[in-house]
T-cell receptor
Framework: KQEVTQIPAALSVPEGENLVLNCSFT??????LQWFRQDPGKGLTSLLLIQSSQREQTSGRLNASLDKSSGRSTLYIAASQPGDSATYLC?????????FGAGTRLTVKP | ETGVTQSPTHLIKTRGQQVTLRCSSQSGHNTVSWYQQALGQGPQFIFQYYREEENGRGNFPPRFSGLQFPNYSSELNVNALELDDSALYLC?????????FGSGTRLTVV
């Protein structure tokens, strides 16, 4: 059974810092991994989708890497801004569903 | 291209009642999945529909049921509501690869 873990559960940083969010999964036989952002009480916004054949994906200040063999992915956020404050979730396919981590709640202080 | 839309956005129901939540999938997406997200947790898979047939189900009791229509829109029905059913209900559509989520329906059972 696929299990997804995210560390840390919460993170508070001053504006401008670079930061890394971690995601680990137990079954490395995945065909993609997706990172989402969730604002309080809202739905999920897709940030990056990494196919299993890729090592990383970039979108603006975001960079996600995938290491299938070790069961890990990282989301790197450069030059953080207060508007980046949200919960970040990673998810991997498992049978017919997506298996999510509990998320990392990020607060960027002005 | 429209995204995934869910209705209603908020709902308050009494224990024992029945509720129907609705979801319109993104154009071109023939698969719809429903998730329940309790406060502070990642989304939990309820079930998935593909071409109007249930295509996988998570660990939820039979009082959680669904439908998918020929236009790929979907409904989630919950009978005999319990207090623990209070959560954010998310709908996601997919075709190949990543998922697109709606903004969710916040259900409160009192």
């Amino acid at each position: 059974k696929q299990e997804v873990t995210q560390i840390p559960a919460a993170l508070s940083v001053p504006e401008g810092e670079n930061l890394v969010l971690n995601c680990s999964f137990t079954d490395s036989a995945i065909y993609n991994l997706q990172w989402f952002r969730q604002d309080p009480g809202k739905g999920l916004t897709s940030l990056l989708l990494i196919q299993s054949s890729q090592r990383e994906q970039t979108s603006g200040r975001l960079n996600a890497s995938l290491d299938k063999s070790s069961g890990r992915s990282t989301l790197y956020i450069a030059a953080s801004q207060p508007g980046d404050s949200a919960t970040y979730l990673c998810a991997v396919p498992s049978n017919n569903d997506m298996r999510f981590g509990a998320g990392t709640r990020l607060t960027v202080k002005p | 291209e429209t995204g995934v839309t869910q209705s209603p956005t908020h709902l308050i129901k009494t224990r024992g009642q029945q509720v129907t939540l609705r979801c319109s999938s993104q154009s071109g997406h023939n698969t719809v999945s429903w998730y329940q997200q309790a406060l502070g947790q990642g989304p939990q898979f309820i079930f998935q529909y593909y071409r109007e047939e249930e295509n996988g189900r998570g660990n939820f009791p039979p009082r959680f049921s669904g439908l998918q229509f020929p236009n790929y829109s979907s409904e989630l029905n919950v009978n005999a509501l319990e207090l623990d059913d209070s959560a954010l209900y998310l709908c996601a559509s997919s075709s190949r690869g990543g998922y697109t989520f709606g903004s969710g329906t916040r259900l409160t059972v009192v």
